[in-house]
């Protein structure tokens, strides 16, 4: 009995500890069945499509055939996709430029507005994205109201264009994305500690130095999940591309557009989002070595 | 009642297609569907023409006039349930999901398709009164090459592939050829559709080659010339409409169909031009069909016959301005784009037989990678 009292008592500590992580695990499983039922066994189902074939109907058949592997060594898939990952990281960096200082006003100086001036910016994203787009099309079309007003005030002239560029894609993408940026930042600059931007003062920090050395960097992983919120959705995107982009300015959501629906080839379209996941992988894997070594970093 | 009338149906084979429609609709589009011929039912029986139920309607938004729709109704003592489409694509996949309807309007080349699987009932044309102005006027559609003497499908539409330009940016008059979308006045401001057979095509015609060519090196062709207009090009959209209207394309290749519908648009339609390329028009139809697997046959027989009286052929083409292979209804799409005479469909059109057909799937493949060769650049 004697010696078995310190196992006795490890068992009892864990036993009790099993139950709490038991009560978390059945609250987990609703969550579980989901992602498993929804986004897992969708991704099983487009990895296996992706060796599939079609039948004359345009179904999608499954098989084990390599060629639409093989078609993703077709050099236009390397610059349309080197492309995409170009367009999605301008737009993280423009919204991140954009989102920041709204964010940190709202937080830090928003007072009793903050709701409000928060709600303002996330209801106006419950309309649909691709009406929404839409709508800013015909706004700058070179006969819409914003070219006709500023040919008007001579700052443009009849070849000045707004639509069809690459300009107007990383617009899109940012109009589209930046709310996703503006949440995460406030909810930093919301939890922040202020007295650690007073600390800055004390030690002599002038604003542009406490802001560096101190906001900055006490908010760097609400960025962090700000970026990857706005990349991920603005590298698949088709919807900017489509409406606001002009022939160089085609992304890898088009293409994997046009596989599903005018090319009827849903295996060729299953390879290409395969090939986008895994550029995306590889990406979020340097995020979350990043993230976790700043998580080791405030343990310490 | 008709000596042919199928045995009623079993309980059994009801439970059995009833199983394969549940399952056809729980794998929606997954490619799992079982090709089995029972659950979308025998296409060869023939067709009592009488009300059988409510017509399940399935076609492009707003492609009928909505008094037509409401003549229908009263006349029968039926409802008409709308749903539509918006691709070609997207039709397929909702009826190779088990949905039933009881109308569907495909184009040429996918009536080809759906016959061939056999998703569609053979339509008798003795059965309707009205079917003798068009396969009588029309003789292009008694025997047409994507549905042997019509067997499954009664032509509804008719549409060309032209270039639509804006005259008070490029001038009145331009040569009338394909090559007009490489005019230097228009250079940056020109669109081409945004689909691969049009634009295929209209490169394959400018360089004489067969419109539909799945040759590898007619396509190494066809792309070359493509990448010469690629520098010209604003962009790849079917939105000619609004394109030409709101001022961003100076010329765009473009259906007859959008053509018509702006002239009714435009606040000065004088501005628009459209012409079809002497090197040839791609030409498109779409037709009647009724699914294997409808529910009501009799009454989408009544509403195929209704819908060919003249006096609703000429309501339809009023409302949707385009031309119908009807004999006796071309003054009413001749007085409609009558700025246009090229957006008319003549019998000599349909000779010409620049029809955009089904190709082999290697052939498929082929055109898929020049389309995307084009597009990425």
């Known amino acids: ?300 | 009642m008709s000596p042919e009338e199928p045995p009623p149906v079993s309980r059994r084979a009801l439970l059995r297609s009833g199983a394969a429609a549940a399952l056809g609709a729980g794998l929606a589009g997954c490619g799992f569907l079982p090709e089995d011929r029972d659950a979308f039912g025998d296409p060869d029986r023939p067709i009592d023409v009488k009300a059988d139920g409510d017509l399940v309607y399935f076609n492009w938004a707003d492609f009928v006039a909505p008094a037509v729709f409401d003549g229908f109704e009263k006349e029968y003592g039926v409802k008409v349930v709308q749903s539509n489409f918006d691709s070609m694509e997207g039709m397929a996949a909702k009826l190779n999901a088990g949905n039933r309807y009881d109308i569907i309007f495909p184009t040429a080349k996918w009536a080809q398709r759906l016959a061939d699987g056999g998703r569609l009932r053979r339509i008798d044309h003795s059965r309707l009164r009205h079917a003798g102005a068009v396969f009588g006027t029309y003789r292009y559609f008694a025997d047409p090459w994507y549905d042997r003497r019509s067997a499954h499908t009664v032509p509804f539409t008719m549409y060309k592939t032209g270039i639509g330009w804006r005259k008070d940016r490029i001038g009145d008059d331009l040569t009338g050829s394909w090559k007009d979308l490489w005019n230097a006045r228009a250079k940056g401001q020109v669109f081409v559709l945004d689909d691969r057979d049009e634009v295929l095509g209209m490169a394959a015609l400018r360089l004489g080659l067969d419109v539909g060519t799945s040759d590898p090196r007619d396509l190494a062709r066809i792309t070359a010339t493509l990448q010469s207009l690629r520098p010209r090009l604003r962009g790849f959209s079917s939105d000619s409409y609004n394109n030409l209207l709101n001022g961003n394309a100076a010329m765009t290749q473009a259906w007859s169909g959008d053509m018509a519908a702006m002239l009714g648009q435009a606040k000065d339609p004088s501005v628009l031009g459209f012409e079809v390329a002497r090197e040839g028009a791609p030409i498109n139809s779409d037709c009647y069909a009724i699914p294997a697997n409808a529910r009501h046959p009799g009454t989408a027989m009544l509403f195929i016959d209704y819908m060919l009286r003249p006096e609703n052929v000429r309501k339809n083409i009023r409302y949707i301005g385009y031309p119908m292979p009807v004999g006796g209804s071309e003054d009413v799409y001749a007085s409609i784009v009558k700025p246009f005479p090229q957006c008319l469909v003549s019998p000599d059109d349909l000779k010409a037989d620049l029809f955009f057909r089904n190709v082999s799937p290697a052939g498929e493949q082929a055109r898929d990678t020049a389309w995307t060769h084009v597009k990425a650049g």
């Open chain 1, 1 to 300: 009995m004697a010696q078995r009292t310190p196992s006795g008592a490890l068992r009892d500590r864990r036993g009790r500890s099993a139950s709490g992580t038991r009560l978390w695990t059945w609250l987990m499983l609703p969550g579980t069945l989901w992602m498993t039922g929804f986004l897992i066994a969708s991704l099983i189902l487009v990895a296996t499509l992706a060796l599939g074939t079609t039948d004359p109907l345009g179904n999608p058949r499954f098989g084990f055939n390599f060629a639409n592997i093989a078609a993703m060594a077709d050099p236009a898939y390397r610059i349309v996709l080197l492309r995409s990952l170009g367009f999605a990281l301008i737009a993280c960096a423009v919204c991140l430029v954009v989102a920041y200082p709204v964010a940190y006003t709202i937080a830090l100086h928003g007072g009793r507005f903050k709701n409000l001036l928060i709600a303002a910016i996330v209801v106006p994203f419950f309309a649909n994205y691709l009406v929404r787009m839409y709508g800013w099309s015909v706004v700058l079309s070179d006969g819409g109201p914003v070219l006709r007003a500023l040919r008007a005030v001579g700052l443009a002239d009849a070849h000045t264009k707004i639509l069809q560029s690459g300009t107007g894609v990383v617009a899109g993408l940012v109009y589209g994305f930046i709310v996703f940026m503006i949440i995460p930042l406030y909810a930093a600059l919301e939890r922040m500690d202020l007295s650690l931007i007073e600390a800055g003062r004390d030690l002599y920090g002038g604003p542009l130095r406490t802001f560096f050395f101190v906001t900055l960097p006490a908010t760097r992983q609400g960025a962090a999940a700000g970026a990857v919120l706005v990349f991920l959705p603005a590298m698949g995107d088709f919807v900017s591309a489509q409406l606001m982009g002009g022939p160089d300015q085609i992304m890898i959501g088009n293409l994997i557009q046009d596989k599903f629906f005018q090319g009827q080839n849903w295996p060729l379209g299953s390879a290409l989002t395969m090939l986008m996941m895994a550029v995306l992988f590889i990406g979020m894997l340097g995020y979350l070595r990043r993230t976790r070594k700043d998580e080791a970093e405030a343990a310490r």
